[in-house]
């Protein structure tokens, strides 16, 4: 799995090097029909003023990596915007009422995945901006690992708030309970956080590490065959994906906070604080 996704990362990236306009396209393609879709399922039961609310934020953040790129984007813009998205499709999905567990798999699934269009989409157009300046060549490589940081952080969170609120959601709370020990992932929420903050080598091991000692109590007390069947449908990829992602932070050259003060350092104490 470790090799298939770095695989596809570098497939991205070389996909957006030589051809930007034609991912624009599909991200944009994917996108705005989702959000019109959401905007009339909302309508509908009268909570449309919550697609607004995210809506509005996501729009504000693209426009602004379109305009001054990841690195001069606000902070606090960065952190609305993409949370705004996180919440959408991390927690969210986990509160819906769907008719069945097929039902509840798609969902879950196709939000993560809008979600992962919506920061293709923010890597498109912060290409767009670094070939329109040119100048800033020399700091190129302090801006990669910048946005590579960046990317990879706003993954975490979302892959591990998937796992959190799966597993405590009321949606496993029938007879014969499918996460039997799922509090266990809720104990983890606060170590797993303090390492996406911090963002130290050590603490990404941890955290992977927590989300399997969660996960083993859950699979050996499964009370049948058909609820470790379900678990592992319904959630087992989202804990194969958070397990994944740590893993990656815990090993790439790009994630501990030193090399983040060392490119704050380079662009002469810019906008972007975190």
Do not use: C
């Amino acid at each position: 799995m470790d090799f298939l996704l770095d695989v596809a990362d570098r497939m991205m990236g070389e996909l957006r090097r030589r051809y930007p306009w034609v991912l624009f396209g599909v991200a944009m393609a994917l996108w705005l029909p989702v959000l019109v879709f959401l905007t009339l399922l909302m309508h509908a039961t009268g909570w449309w003023p919550l697609v607004v609310l995210v809506s509005v934020p996501t729009t504000v953040l693209a426009v602004s990596v379109a305009v001054w790129g990841l690195r001069d984007t606000w902070t606090t813009v960065w952190v609305v915007g993409t949370g705004a998205i996180v919440l959408l499709s991390g927690p969210a999905p986990q509160w819906w009422n769907p008719p069945d567990d097929w039902h509840a798999t798609a969902i879950t699934i196709g939000a993560f995945l809008y979600a992962q269009v919506y920061f293709g989409l923010l890597g498109v157009l912060h290409h767009f901006w670094t070939l329109r300046h040119p100048e800033v060549g020399a700091e190129a490589e302090a801006g990669e690992r910048f946005r590579m940081r960046r990317m990879l952080q706003v993954r975490l969170a979302l892959a591990t708030l998937v796992v959190v609120f799966g597993a405590t959601s009321g949606k496993t709370d029938d007879y014969p309970r499918v996460m039997p020990m799922g509090f266990l992932f809720g104990l983890v929420t606060l170590p797993m956080l303090v390492a996406l903050w911090f963002r130290v080598r050590p603490l990404a091991w941890v955290s992977a590490a927590l989300i399997v000692a969660a996960l083993v109590p859950n699979l050996l007390l499964a009370p049948d065959e058909g609820s470790l069947q379900r678990m592992l449908i319904e959630y087992g990829w989202a804990q194969a994906v958070a397990i994944y992602l740590w893993i990656k932070a815990a090993r790439v050259w790009y994630w501990p906070d030193a090399l983040i003060r060392e490119i704050r350092d380079e662009s002469g104490g810019r906008r972007t604080a975190w």
